[in-house]
């Protein structure tokens, strides 16, 4: 007995059904021979009855006929271009307003989006503020003067303990505050969600800018600056500071 044929055609399997029917074979017939020729399923019998029908009614054409409906091309080369145009252009716009500007079945702009593009939505990192070039460049500068003179002004040796123990810190060091001024928002106006934006798993890391303070506030204050004989000294309930020396 040949071994079941493993390579097939749903074309080649209806031609085979039209000859066997046209002999006057029975549909469970057929449906056996199917099973015992072909390696994998190659027809259920529900398929083959139906077949055996329409040769019965006069058709001729193995070919399926045309469907009424939308054709399935909405994951086309030319909407994933489209879709990934429009992200391009607004990284927070949503998969309902992609369907309804391009036309597109909800279900396909999400396959494209995430299957075919490889997007995900996150909402970015939410920083204090963004410092410019000239804030970084006044940063570098401020580093190097500072490391300057922590190499001038070396280490000295202190006790520490009662069992006179000796460690060396840097002079500098010890009376040195860096910081910023900082505004903390109590309340805003974009949620998390709102500010979720599409990008890719490779894509860098997208940064928030603080907004201007609105409503209620809270605030810090701290400088960059050195003191000389006292130490640094801060009053909470007067929010006052005493910088002594100021960089």
């Known amino acids: 007995m040949a071994p079941p044929i493993a390579v097939w055609s749903k074309l080649e399997i209806r031609a085979v059904v039209r000859f066997l029917f046209a002999k006057g074979t029975k549909c469970s017939v057929i449906y056996r021979k199917i099973v015992e020729n072909y ?55 949503k998969l309902k307003e992609i369907s309804l500007k391009l036309d597109l079945p909800k279900t396909n702009v999400h396959e494209i989006v995430h299957d075919k593009l490889g997007y995900r939505k996150v909402p970015p990192r939410w920083v204090p503020k963004m410092l410019s070039d000239e804030h970084k460049r006044q940063r570098v500068e ?31 060091l010890e009376h040195l505050i860096i910081g910023d001024e900082t505004w903390l928002l109590l309340s805003t106006t974009e ?46 309930k007067r929010r006052e500071c005493q910088y002594l020396s100021i960089l």
């Open 142 to 172: 401020i580093s190097k003067i500072l490391l300057h003179r922590c190499q001038q002004e070396g280490d000295e040796t202190v006790d520490v303990g009662p069992g006179g123990d000796h460690r060396a810190r840097n002079k500098l």
């Open 191 to 236: 949620t998390k969600h709102d500010s979720m934006i599409w990008k890719h798993s490779s894509s860098p890391v997208t940064k928030k800018v603080q907004s201007p303070a609105i409503g209620n506030k809270s605030d810090c204050h701290r400088v960059l600056g050195l003191t000389r004989n006292d130490p640094f000294r801060y009053f909470a």
């Open 39 to 93: 390696d994998e399923p190659a027809m259920s019998m529900t398929q083959v009855y139906q077949w055996c029908s329409w040769f019965k009614d006069g058709r001729t054409s193995l070919q399926d006929e045309a469907r009424s409906g939308r054709p399935n091309t909405a994951n086309n080369d030319w909407n994933t271009a489209r879709v990934d145009e429009l992200i391009k252009v607004d990284r927070r716009v």
